[in-house]
Nanobody, 120 residues
Framework: QVQLVEFGGGLVQPGGSLRLSCAAS????????MRWYRQAPGKERELVAT????????NYADSVKGRFTISRDNAKNTVYLQMNSLNSEDTAVYYC?????????????WGQGTQVTVSS
């Protein structure tokens, strides 16, 4: 059974930091591209950051570039999102997404999301 479980969300003051984690199980993690998305109330789901299966390459939305860092530990089957200099526009539910790049297994799937609220 494939599973992605996000945790690490919560309430943080503007200018603060949070680190989200997404623990993967039930599939060959190192063959999947991993992404973080977010969805704010009343808005469409937005791609935030991407990391390749080996972790060699990353990409970010312009809105988070320089503030957020995506990373992964294939030995722990976990992907992270370090978020710094948070502001109210970062308030959203953050979702982890896995997309198979090579090998066998499900093509793509999502975690259940974790709420991040930036407020004083």
């Amino acid at each position: 059974q494939v599973q992605l479980v996000e945790f690490g969300g919560g309430l943080v003051q503007p200018g603060g930091s949070l680190r989200l984690s997404c623990a993967a199980s039930g599939f060959t993690f190192s063959t999947y591209r991993m992404r973080w998305y977010r969805q704010a109330p009343g808005k469409e789901r937005e791609l935030v950051a991407t990391i390749t299966p080996s972790g060699d390459f990353t990409n970010y939305a312009d809105s988070v570039k320089g503030r957020f860092t995506i990373s992964r530990d294939n030995a722990k089957n976990t992907v992270y999102l370090q978020m710094n200099s948070l502001n109210s526009e970062d308030t959203a539910v953050y979702y982890c997404n896995a997309q198979r790049v090579y090998g066998v297994g499900p093509s793509a799937f999502w975690g259940q999301g974790t709420q991040v609220t930036v407020s004083s």
